[in-house]
């Protein structure tokens, strides 16, 4: 089809893969604009099909004149994303590099498009390639072993078996840093600002949203509820959320506040840690195990001695507060004098640091070898995978049906099927493909 629409806009028959330069005809063979024409014959296309690419002057008017007179030609308006589609149906692109190219399109940072690209040539999945291959082969060897169960070697004894295992769970911890860094690089950040009482966590919402958002007065227990704010930092989308000051109370309403607040850590990526530089007092706080925190110290213009020391707390008020943080929050034992970051909300002290340490929680600034754009559906299957591997090893190691062990690792290998499109329902690649752009 895209041959004969070729000749009859141009009126020629066009050579493949040149581009010509002539006029596109309408019914009476007059020209309605004058550019370039490329025809791409299957299966040295986009999307492994015959495609003709017409190169025409701006202007709506002129543009939609070309779009009528191909349409009379016998072609049709493409769906969202039917382009990128057929190229996944064609095995030009797989699911994986398919989505990325509508994350490219989307990347709100330099960083974001760097992880996209690298994603859409590949390299996440050869990634998964790679664990995918470690897989079926300790699934052959395990399956094998089973097979011979009866001979006098005992082929599940072999400490390689065991260590190809472990090697593929280590594998799984790597991928999965990786792809959790994309997706934050595409979906940004999720920040939770946690503390006592008054120690300037509104302020800080407000400071870093440019906006009046939350209520700021001397009077503790001012904010009652979770309050959602959206940041963009260098084109990266952070959320920011403030919360009621952690403290036992009575009032019902600020109890409830609270509750919140300790709910939005739970699901939150990060939180800062926010004390005041005169008291230092840190919130009664427990912390998911795999959240990483920040200690923020606020109001650091009141306690700074030396003029030249614009962004450090004293040392003696360093110390002090590492060894609190040390004693009181165990996620916090191997804390350093670099991971405390000191502001002053009230004089912009600090705050620049701060703002890039936001971005280095994303990625932004960091030179992750090999980072690849990723969604969350990526890491539910990556997680999925991960689990079931850990399973099979557990197994492995406890000698405990060992014969499941085997299936434990098929249904990692389906997960990251599901991640690439080998195995994948057509509701969601519906799901996927009817959320790219027009013309892609």
Excluded at 335 to 361: C, F, N
Aim: net charge negative; proline share 2%.
């Amino acid at each position: 089809m895209a041959t004969e629409i070729a000749a009859t806009l141009t009126g020629q028959s066009l050579d493949t893969r040149h581009a010509h330069y002539l006029p596109f005809l309408d019914q009476q063979q007059q020209a309605l604009d004058v550019g370039i024409a490329l025809l791409f014959k299957a299966p040295n296309s986009y999307t492994g099909e015959d495609v003709l690419e017409l190169q025409g002057h701006g202007g709506a008017v002129v543009l939609d004149m070309v779009l009528s007179r191909v349409l009379e030609c016998g072609a049709r308006m493409a769906r969202p994303g039917e382009f990128t589609e057929r190229a996944f149906l064609n095995d030009k692109l797989d699911l994986a590099q398919a989505e990325a190219v509508s994350d490219l399109i989307e990347s709100s940072s330099n960083s974001a498009a760097l992880a996209a690209v690298r994603s859409m040539s590949g390299e996440f999945s050869r990634s998964i390639a790679n664990v995918q291959l470690e897989l079926t082969a300790l699934r052959a060897w395990l399956e094998a072993a089973l097979d011979f169960s009866e001979e006098e070697i005992d082929f599940l004894a072999d400490p390689q078996l065991k260590k190809r295992a472990e090697s593929i769970v280590q594998q799984f911890e790597s991928l999965i840093a990786r792809a959790h860094q994309g997706q934050r690089l595409r979906e940004g950040l999720t920040v939770v600002i946690a503390g006592v009482t008054n120690v300037g966590k509104s302020s800080l919402l407000n400071a870093l949203s440019g906006e009046d958002s939350a209520i700021v007065t001397d009077i503790e227990g001012t904010t009652r509820d979770v309050l959602h704010e959206q940041i963009t930092l260098d084109g990266v989308p952070i959320h920011i959320i403030d919360t009621a000051g952690l403290r036992e109370t009575q009032d019902v309403v600020e109890r409830e506040g609270i509750s919140r607040a300790r709910r939005a850590i739970d699901s939150a990526d990060h939180v800062l840690v926010l004390v005041d530089a005169e008291r230092l007092t840190l919130p009664s706080l427990s912390l998911p195990e795999n959240l990483s925190a920040t200690l923020v110290v606020n109001k650091v213009d009141l306690v700074q001695t030396h003029p030249n020391a614009v962004n450090a707390l004293p040392v003696d008020l360093q110390q002090q507060l590492l060894n609190q943080a040390s004693s009181q929050l165990a996620q916090f034992k191997q804390l350093k004098k670099e991971d405390v970051i000191s502001v002053s909300v009230k004089t912009g002290q600090g705050m620049s640091d701060l703002r890039q340490h936001l971005l280095s929680l994303v990625g932004h600034d960091a030179q992750l070898e090999g980072a690849f754009i990723a969604r969350r559906r990526h890491l539910d299957a990556l997680n999925s995978a991960r689990l079931a591997s850990t399973a099979a090893l557990e197994r492995l190691h406890s000698s405990d049906m060992p014969e499941l062990a085997a299936e434990e690792l098929r249904q990692a290998q389906l997960a990251l099927d599901s991640v690439t499109g080998r195995f994948d329902s057509e509701d969601l690649l519906g799901e996927i493909f009817g959320s790219f752009c027009i013309g892609k």
